[in-house]
């Protein structure tokens, strides 16, 4: 269960999230849905940890937990390790790291448990690759250096299924996809969910990786607060309506 309660982010002292209540159990998806500048980014980089992102932890009564465990004060890598996965809305460019040897050194950090001969961990990465739609080749290839938006995005649903965490942030994973890409990325985050019971919360600003991927739960974020929540008929009323009606 991923829980946060009243979770408030500021960025250079101006208030962005305003406190959000969201419980998050495995193997649900929770939509996040809200205008530009509603605070989506922040709301999943804040979660993440990102430094560029002060919580006001100060103030009582703010809650962020990882089935029970204290999330606060952690960093970025020990959130990671505790089972949280980011997809960024615009993925970095890592020139000089392949993506395999990246996501390799990723994996040994979260299941140092699991030792996984490199020959295995190929094979597997190479299947992976090929279910999204990308050529193995893409394993040699530096992280996200010169690959396509799509490709990116497809990139980011790879380390996904490879790393299966407890729970994952997808932000905006669907911009800039062609209506295949979407549906690859919207199959294979619904595979994630149902093969793994990894438990994701989905933002976006369009309805359409909606039409492909059944939330459980849609949330409207607006001004740093979640001002409703509720089922697919939200996203519907959104559709005809806009967010101005919410
Ligand atoms: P969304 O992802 O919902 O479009 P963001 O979380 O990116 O919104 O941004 C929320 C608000 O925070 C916006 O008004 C944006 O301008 C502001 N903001 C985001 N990052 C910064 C920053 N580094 N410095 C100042 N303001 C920021
Ligand atoms: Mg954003």
Do not use: C
Not at 34 to 51: D, F, I, R
Not at 113 to 131: A, G, R, V, Y
Not at 174 to 193: C, F, P, T, W
Not at 222 to 245: P, R
Request: glycine share 8%.
């Amino acid at each position: 269960m991923l829980q946060i309660k009243n979770f408030k982010a500021d960025i250079n002292n101006s208030e962005i999230l305003k406190g959000v209540d969201l419980t998050v159990g495995p193997g649900e998806i929770h939509a996040i849905m809200g205008p530009n500048g509603a605070g989506k980014t922040t709301l999943a980089l804040s979660l993440m940890g990102h430094p560029n992102y002060n919580i006001k932890y100060q103030i009582s009564n703010i809650k962020y937990q990882i089935d029970g465990k204290d999330m606060s004060k952690l960093l970025p890598e020990e959130r990671a390790r505790q089972g949280l996965f980011i997809s960024f809305q615009q993925p970095v460019e890592i020139t000089g790291v392949s993506f395999l040897s990246f996501l390799r050194t990723a994996y040994k950090a979260l299941h140092p448990d699991k030792k996984i001969p490199l020959s295995e961990f190929k094979n597997e990465l190479k299947k992976t690759l090929k279910d999204v739609g990308l050529d193995e080749s893409f394993m040699y290839r530096f992280l996200n250096e010169g690959f396509s938006g799509g490709e990116k995005k497809r990139a980011e649903i790879v380390q996904l299924l490879i790393l299966r965490p407890k729970f994952a942030i997808l932000d905006e994973i669907d911009s800039g996809l062609d209506v295949d890409s979407l549906k690859i990325v919207a199959e294979k985050i619904q595979e994630a969910v149902e093969k793994y019971s990894i438990g994701i919360l989905l933002i976006t600003h369009y309805q359409r990786i909606l039409h492909y991927l059944k939330p459980d739960f849609v949330h409207v974020l607006i001004d740093g607060k979640i001002k409703k929540s509720g089922g697919m008929s939200l996203v519907k009323k959104i559709e005809k309506d806009g967010y101005a009606a919410i």
